[in-house]
């Protein structure tokens, strides 16, 4: 017997995330998943009279592929996936592994190989810029051991922050996006943390659902080179199959010129994959009112209330600062007091104090607003 909340989960994901309609084509790309949803999935895009196309993925097999991989293996792999992206008007991700580590003993070279012919011309390039995507995780019991909770208990949270009330989101964010859109300066406070960087010209963009679920931030991107001072960053994070923690960064003309993290060498390589990886390409603030706490999924993480992230890597075409890269790391900062605290300032006004916003324009984003049934 099919759960309901997947029928309405893929209710969200083709009406609103990527708004399909007749004769359309979607990517439905499944990481270790099978059963319910994706018959859900499958059914909802027929009833609109688009086409989906299922991709089902094995992280344990796309291990073997690149431990062993070859560059003619991975430039025919690119060419093939991107031809498949490029048919498709619609793209949905969703990732279900067992084991968020399984990638992490393919060697830095492979890894290295599969981002520049694969991730980065497939996904960063064409998916992002060309497509209507959404990507989202499905709940199991190792994402339950991550988060510190019970199987079923982690399913009914899944759930929630998933189908929070977008429509009330995306009003109540954009009196931010205004703000942000006019605001030049940017200066972020915290235990060692003092940065500053500018913001002028750059595009704002609301998220609501439309491109990750769980969703709720607003992100932008410095200037490039104008990012100077020192980041200390306080959740860990799993990329490419390695866990990192304790990461700081220390800025000067936009570059990172200093880095410390565990594990050291392998954050090192990261940073040195080409020269747009020590660069800036996103900064957001997050505010879904049900994610408080850091659970090693970006995709949960980077929405944490009273939260921010300032990502290494390369940048969006909607928030253009010509920063290109193979790598888009999303690393977060927690401000709300249990973590330490922390300031965010918009051309010297106080917008938001210890995680919580301090302007009255902005107060419809707090989670006593935000996640009220």
Not at 13 to 35: K, P
Not at 210 to 234: K, L
Not at 349 to 368: I, M
Request: charged letters at 25%; hydrophobic letters at 35%.
């Amino acid at each position: 017997m099919r759960d309901p909340r997947t029928r309405r989960l893929a209710h969200l994901l083709v009406h609103h995330s990527t708004r399909l309609e007749a004769g359309e084509a979607v990517l439905i790309e499944a990481f270790d998943l099978r059963g319910g949803l994706l018959h859900d999935l499958v059914e909802e895009v027929q009833a609109v009279g688009a086409v989906p196309v299922v991709s089902i993925r094995d992280q344990s097999v796309i291990r073997a592929q690149l431990r062993g991989a070859t560059e003619a293996q991975l430039k025919l792999q690119g060419e093939l996936e991107l031809q498949q992206m490029k048919a498709v008007q619609a793209y949905i991700g969703i990732r279900g592994a067992d084991n968020v580590s399984e990638l992490s003993d393919v060697p830095g070279d492979r890894m290295a190989l599969y981002q520049k012919l694969v991730a980065q011309p497939v996904h960063l390039t064409y998916r992002v810029n060309h497509t209507r995507w959404v990507v989202l995780r499905y709940p199991n019991a190792a994402m339950a051991q991550l988060a510190n909770m019970s199987t079923e208990a982690f399913e009914d949270f899944y759930f929630r922050v998933c189908n929070v009330d977008y429509s009330r989101m995306r009003d109540a964010m954009q009196p931010l996006v205004e703000r942000m859109q006019r605001t030049q300066r940017v200066h972020i406070k915290g235990p060692g943390t003092d940065l500053r960087f500018s913001i002028e010209g750059i595009g704002v963009v609301p998220c609501f659902g439309q491109r990750n679920v769980p969703d709720g931030e607003c992100f932008t991107a410095p200037v490039r080179d104008s990012v100077e001072g020192t980041i200390r960053y306080n959740t860990p994070s799993v990329y490419l199959g390695t866990t990192y923690d304790q990461i700081a960064f220390t800025f000067e003309g936009g570059r990172i010129v200093r880095a410390t993290g565990n594990p050291q060498d392998k954050l090192d390589q990261l940073l040195d994959t080409d020269e747009g990886a020590r660069y800036i390409g996103e900064f957001s603030l997050g505010f879904n009112p049900f994610v408080l706490h850091p659970m090693k999924d970006t995709l949960f993480d980077e929405k944490i209330a009273g939260s921010l992230h300032f990502t290494p890597g390369q940048c969006y075409e909607t928030t253009e600062n010509g920063n290109r890269s193979k790598v888009h790391w999303d690393l977060v900062l927690i401000q709300r007091p249990e973590y330490g605290g922390g300031e965010v300032w918009f051309d010297g006004e106080l917008v938001r104090k210890d995680g919580r916003f301090v302007v009255p324009d902005l107060l419809g984003l707090e989670p006593e607003t935000l996640g009220r049934e």
